[in-house]
């Protein structure tokens, strides 16, 4: 499969993406909603691959922009960055104005997989009207759920690739080779922000601020609330069953 390349989403501007496999009939526009270190990057990745869609993360965003040459960075971005550091949320404005610059990326023929984006009740609103703008609506949302504890766990063992982002776990899901990707052999990663000192704060800004998402969602009739308990393949198989019965 010619594998999304998430290069409008990534770099925006006139960037293009390449892909030369046909669309389905009927594309995904879901919502990914969970915890930091539920385990919803890796769903992305696995459903990715699965649906066609691409992961749009707006993580993934800041931290393309951080390898960046900073003398490219608008005023704004530096500012995102170092609220990405310290663990807080970005302001609102700015990631909002980042996901508006790819709207192309929310029309995509091949659906899209957005994680990490509504984090908030106001910019799950601003999502609600780009799509209304040009006729689109969300499929569903899925909210996985998992024990605060199993979270700070998780997170503080996983790594990730510097090249093309893929996520591993020291403990259950371990490259192959000590600290090398196993897709592109680039080197894996703790990222600044699964440090213990940053985790605390981003599970505070979850439950503040993202947490009401859950409500929001509901009360439209789009959530799905999946266990994010077992492996990576057991929580796919979950979510298959609830996207399948979406699709009826
Ligand atoms: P993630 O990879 O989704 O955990 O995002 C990493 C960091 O990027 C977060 O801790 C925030 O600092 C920032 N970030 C990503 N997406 C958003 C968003 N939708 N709203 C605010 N901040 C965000």
């Known amino acids: 499969m010619n594998k999304c390349d998430r290069n409008v989403w990534l770099q925006g501007g006139n960037s293009v993406c390449c892909r030369e496999d046909k669309p389905l009939p009927r594309p995904y526009r879901i919502v990914l909603l969970g915890a930091p270190g539920v385990g919803k990057g890796t769903q992305a990745e696995m459903l990715s691959e699965r649906l066609q869609a691409c992961q749009l993360s707006t993580g993934d965003i800041f931290r393309a922009a951080k390898a960046a040459d900073p003398a490219t960075l608008t005023p ?31 029309q995509c023929p091949y659906g899209f997989l957005l994680d990490g984006f509504p984090r908030t009740v106001h910019q799950a609103e601003a999502l609600d009207e780009m799509l209304q703008q040009v006729n689109l609506r969300l499929d569903c949302v899925l909210n996985y759920e998992l024990p605060l504890d199993e979270v700070v766990t998780r997170l503080s063992g996983r790594r990730t690739c510097r090249e093309c982002k893929t996520t591993y776990h020291v403990m259950t899901k371990p490259p192959r080779k000590a600290n090398m990707c196993d897709k592109c052999g680039g080197e894996l990663y703790q990222r600044e922000d699964d440090r213990p000192e940053s985790i605390r704060v981003r599970l505070q800004a979850y439950e503040q601020s993202t947490a009401p998402l859950v409500e929001y969602y509901s009360k439209h009739g789009l959530l799905r609330s999946i266990s994010a308990a077992g492996t990576p393949l057991e929580v796919f198989e979950r979510t298959m069953v609830v996207l399948n019965e979406r699709r009826i």
């Open 76 to 106: 704004a971005m530096r500012d995102a960055l170092g609220y990405m550091q310290r663990g807080e949320l970005v302001p609102d404005d700015t990631v909002i104005a980042l996901v508006k610059e790819r709207m192309t990326c929310l």
